[in-house]
């Protein structure tokens, strides 16, 4: 049997989720129904809530929904987090909560979930940065373990937070434990350069690019 997915606070299925055949998906445009859609159907139940900006009284909707009927799992999909919310977070960790950023890996982070890995959120908000980086190999004394040749590489920005960030380049130059400085131009067009280590790197073959997490350690 196919998991049950219910989504509420949007009008379509994500385009993610519709690719994903393990999933029967439904939309619920009324949250006040959810209940009795959620005890007519048997087996594994995934509630994924999008909203703006996530309060203490949708936690408690919630929370009561996940009390009261069996297989029940809430992910929320946010923008923004009240104060409280982020006090509550801490401590409770029956919600899985995902930053309106990551929604293109809601489907990978349902079927982990699914696979009895714990998710948490990340603390720092990701952005998405239209404007391209540059990167090279480190001037700090630790970049001095990087291999012979590492070449100055345009990136993209796939997302940005202030303790990090995940970049794609068009070449497998850089390996996970390697340190680069990254140059962008800021939104408001600074220009900044942030020393970093790649903390890991994979080799997308349809797009032929490198994606690379990278942890900010300075900045200039």
């Known amino acids: 049997m196919n998991t049950q997915i219910f989504i509420t606070g949007t009008p379509t299925v994500p385009n993610v989720l519709k ?35 996530l309060e203490v009284r949708h936690f408690d ?21 009240s104060a409280p919310m982020k006090m509550k977070l801490k401590t409770f960790k029956d919600f899985i909560v995902l930053w309106k950023t990551e929604e293109a ?8 979930y699914l696979n009895g890995k714990n998710l948490e959120l990340r603390q720092d908000k990701r952005e998405v940065h239209e404007r391209r980086a540059m990167l090279s190999p480190s001037m700090l004394p630790l970049g001095t ?14 997302n940005i937070s202030l303790n990090g960030s995940c970049v794609k380049i068009k070449a497998p130059f850089y390996q996970k434990k390697d340190f680069i400085t990254l140059s962008y ?25 490198q994606e690379l997490g990278v942890q900010f350690l300075t900045q200039a």
């Not at 859609?37 to 087996?43: F, S, V």
């Not at 996940?66 to 809430?74: A, G, M, R, W, Y």
């Not at 131009?185 to 073959?205: C, F, H, L, P, S």
């Open 19 to 53: 690719k994903e055949n393990t999933f029967d998906c439904h939309i619920i445009e009324n949250p006040y129904t959810l209940r009795s859609a959620l005890q007519t159907t048997k087996g594994e139940k995934i509630v994924v809530v999008f909203l703006p900006f």
């Open 61 to 81: 909707i919630y929370a009561f929904l996940q009390k009261t009927i069996e297989n029940v799992k809430t992910f929320f999909v946010v923008s923004e987090l």
């Open 105 to 112: 890996h809601l489907a990978k982070d349902i079927q982990a």
């Open 145 to 158: 373990g990087n291999r012979s040749f590492q070449p100055i590489l345009g990136g993209a920005f796939e």
């Open 185 to 209: 131009q800021t939104k408001e067009g600074e220009y900044v350069n942030v020393e970093g280590q790649v903390r890991w790197a994979k080799w997308d073959e349809k797009s032929q690019s």
